[in-house]
C-alpha cells in the first residue's frame, strides 16, 4: 500500500537516474530501473490522488515531484525508442498520464490559494500532454515517410499522414500563439531551436501529403495505348439530352397534323354556335 513516506522515496531515485542519464545517454538501464519502481510503487493514480488531498499547498510541489520526474523519464525513454513505435506511443502515454494526474491534483487548489511554484508547475502540466501528443506524431510521420517510399503505401497510409500533419499543425498554432509569452517560454523551455524543430516537422507533413496526392492520382489515371485488345481510348462524353423531347416518328408526325387539322374544321361551327346566341339587334 503507497503512503506519504513511500512517495516520497521515489523522488531522489528517479531524479538521479534521469539526471544521469540528461549526461550519459549509456544510463538507459539505470533510468528504466528507476521506472519500473516507480510501476510497482504506484500502480493506481486514483490513490495517488486521494493520497494527497489532504496535503497542504505549499507541501504539494514536493509531493508531485515524483509523479513529474516519472513523466520526464518516460519522454526521455520514449525518444531514444522513435523506430519501435508501438513502444514509443506506450511510453509518451504513460508521460501524458502522469502530468494528467497531476494536474488533477492541482485543480481543486484555489486561485487565491496557489503559490508562485505551483503556479509554475501547473503551467508544466498543461503544456508538457500537449508537447507529448507532438512526439507521437512526430514519431508516427518517421514511419510514415519509410513506408511511402515502399510498393505498400495506400490510402489508409494517406489518411494516417493527413491526421499526422493535422496534429502537428494544431500544435505548431498553439506554440506560436498561445506560448508566445517570455515568462512561460522560460517555465517550459520552449526554444527557439523546439519552435523550428516543430515548423520542419510540419513542413516535412506537408511536402509528403503532396507526394502522396500526387501518387494517388498517377495511379488512379487510366493508361491510353494504341494496343486495342488491352486499353482503349474513352470516347468523347456524350452532350446530355434536354429532357421531354423525344425523337419525332413519321407516325407522330401524321398525328400531330390530324389534331391540328381537326381544330380548323371545329373551329367554324363554334364560331356559328356563338354567333347564334348573340342578342339580335331590332
Do not use: W
Not at 515517410?145 to 505498400?152: A, F, R, V
Request: with cysteine; hydrophobic share 40%; proline share 5%.
Amino acid at each position: 500500500m503507497i503512503t506519504i513516506d513511500i512517495l516520497l522515496e521515489l523522488g531522489p531515485t528517479l531524479r538521479s537516474a534521469y539526471k544521469l542519464f540528461q549526461k550519459d545517454k549509456s544510463q538507459i538501464a539505470l533510468l528504466k530501473k528507476s521506472i519500473e519502481s516507480f510501476e510497482t510503487t504506484v500502480s493506481d493514480f486514483s490513490k495517488v490522488k486521494r493520497l494527497l488531498a489532504s496535503v497542504a499547498v505549499v507541501d504539494l510541489p514536493t509531493y508531485l515531484d515524483p509523479l513529474l520526474l516519472a513523466a520526464k523519464s518516460y519522454a526521455a525513454l520514449a525518444l531514444e525508442n522513435t523506430e519501435e513505435l508501438a513502444t514509443h506511443h506506450r511510453l509518451l502515454d504513460q508521460a501524458i498520464a502522469c502530468y494528467r494526474a497531476s494536474h488533477d491534483i492541482i485543480k481543486p487548489v484555489a486561485p487565491n490559494s496557489m503559490t508562485p511554484t505551483l503556479s509554475n508547475i501547473e503551467l508544466d502540466v498543461v503544456f508538457c500532454p500537449l508537447k507529448m501528443e507532438y512526439f507521437k506524431a512526430a514519431g508516427e510521420l518517421a514511419s510514415i515517410k519509410n513506408q511511402l517510399g515502399s510498393e505498400q503505401a495506400d490510402s489508409d497510409l494517406r489518411a494516417q499522414l493527413q491526421k499526422v500533419q493535422t496534429t502537428i499543425s494544431a500544435f505548431y498554432k498553439t506554440l506560436t500563439k498561445e506560448y508566445k509569452n517570455q515568462y512561460y517560454r522560460k517555465i517550459l523551455d520552449i526554444t527557439a531551436e523546439f519552435e523550428t524543430e516543430v515548423k520542419e516537422a510540419l513542413n516535412e507533413a506537408d511536402s509528403l501529403l503532396k507526394t502522396a496526392s500526387k501518387r494517388k492520382q498517377t495511379e488512379t489515371t487510366p493508361l491510353l495505348s494504341t494496343d486495342e485488345g488491352l486499353f482503349k481510348k474513352r470516347d468523347s462524353i456524350p452532350k446530355k439530352r434536354r429532357p421531354n423531347q423525344p425523337a419525332t416518328t413519321p407516325q407522330v408526325e401524321v398525328a400531330n397534323i390530324l389534331v391540328s387539322l381537326s381544330f380548323l374544321v371545329q373551329a367554324p361551327k363554334q364560331e356559328d354556335a356563338n354567333t347564334a346566341n348573340k342578342p339580335q339587334l331590332s
